[in-house]
């Protein structure tokens, strides 16, 4: 690959070059500018441009820090290529605290958007025009919406052999197949023919360090493997599994929720998931799996009003205990302080 000129908002960033970049988006009401931050590292050789984006879901945070640390890390060494690092792409959403933007409209349903459209529109162009159009990858990172947790996970079209590959690179246990949304960057970006994994995991305002710890390190796992960096591939302690089908299970009355089992259990056909009790600590129902596999998203408030989505279970056809202990694998490996202090109860 030939170094070719890298612009973002009329900067340059020659090969060998480090900067951060303001780009605008637009203002408040207030007349204060608002742009969006990214901070370029290009390699001095030639080679892929990457994008690393976060927030696109205001209120999805652990993407930011993942990205804060990358940006701070001495592993993050760019010897070829160029990486993109984006901690907000919804600016708004984060000042709101919320998921959308202040339009109501959700911008990972609005790309490839249109410099003269809505709001969110027009955030996706630029983003589009600014971004994605220079890479041939991309990373998006996102967490569970508000109220619910999402294990550790890729989402990606795992037909595609490549994306298949940088995905295991990743080094999660649960590799998801996922169809393209239409209007989210996932579908613009393979449309522009860069190839996107979406990495999925903890849930909305909050960091959960479990997650940010596996967001870095797989991010750094894959730079490495499209020799962004120049080390050697690390030994992944495990190999993820595949799923090529999910499902959520239901509340079937409305009530107070009592989890019995947590994200990453294994969980068999019939087994009870929960049960549902009114205010008088009555059980009115129980909450059973529909299909053997692992739990990879749950809700987290313990209130549920009759057909909301209580748990996300992926199915799986090699043997469901072997991703249970991957699971564990991949706590004991990034927070192994976890470990220690049960064996030490």
Not at 35 to 63: Q, W, Y
Not at 82 to 98: C, D, H, K, R
Not at 150 to 163: F, S
Request: charged share 20%; hydrophobic share 40%; aromatic share 4%.
């Amino acid at each position: 690959m030939a170094a070719e000129p890298l612009i973002i908002g009329g900067q340059e960033i020659k090969p060998g070059e480090r900067c951060s970049i303001e780009l605008p988006v637009a203002k408040l009401y207030t007349n204060t500018d608002v742009n969006m931050p990214i901070h370029v590292i290009r390699g001095k050789r030639p080679g892929p441009t990457v994008f690393v984006s976060a927030a696109i879901h205001g209120d999805e945070l652990n993407g930011v820090e993942i990205v804060g640390r990358l940006i701070k890390s001495k592993s993050l060494k760019v010897s070829a290529g160029a990486v993109i690092l984006v901690p907000m792409v919804n600016v708004y959403g984060v000042l709101n605290q919320s998921r959308y933007m202040p339009d109501r409209r959700d911008l990972n349903r609005c790309f490839p958007g249109s410099a003269k459209g809505s709001l969110a529109g027009r955030v996706a162009n630029i983003f589009m025009e600014e971004i994605v159009k220079q890479c041939e990858y991309g990373i998006d990172l996102h967490t569970g919406a508000i109220h619910r947790s999402n294990l550790p996970q890729i989402r990606a079209n795992l037909k595609d052999q490549e994306t298949l590959d940088l995905a295991m690179q990743f080094g999660v246990p649960v590799l998801l197949n996922s169809d393209l949304l239409d209007g989210s960057l996932r579908e613009a970006a393979v449309q522009n023919g860069t190839k996107i994994l979406l990495y999925e995991a903890g849930q909305a305002l909050r960091f959960d360090e479990l997650s940010i710890r596996a967001g870095v390190k797989g991010v750094l796992n894959v730079l490495i493997s499209l020799g962004v960096i120049n080390r050697k591939p690390p030994k992944i302690k495990f190999t993820p599994y595949v799923a090529n089908n999910s499902s959520w299970v239901r509340a079937s009355l409305s009530g107070i929720v009592n989890t019995v089992h947590n994200l990453g259990d294994q969980v068999q056909k019939g087994d009870v998931l929960a049960t549902i009790s009114n205010p008088f600590g009555e059980v009115l129902s129980e909450i059973t799996a529909s299909r053997s596999g692992i739990i990879i998203g749950k809700q987290n408030i313990p209130l549920v009003q009759e057909g909301e989505a209580l748990f996300h279970i992926a199915f799986f056809s090699e043997n469901d205990e072997d991703i249970a202990d991957n699971i564990e694998v991949m706590q004991d490996t990034l927070i192994p302080e976890l470990s220690m202090k049960v064996e030490s109860n």
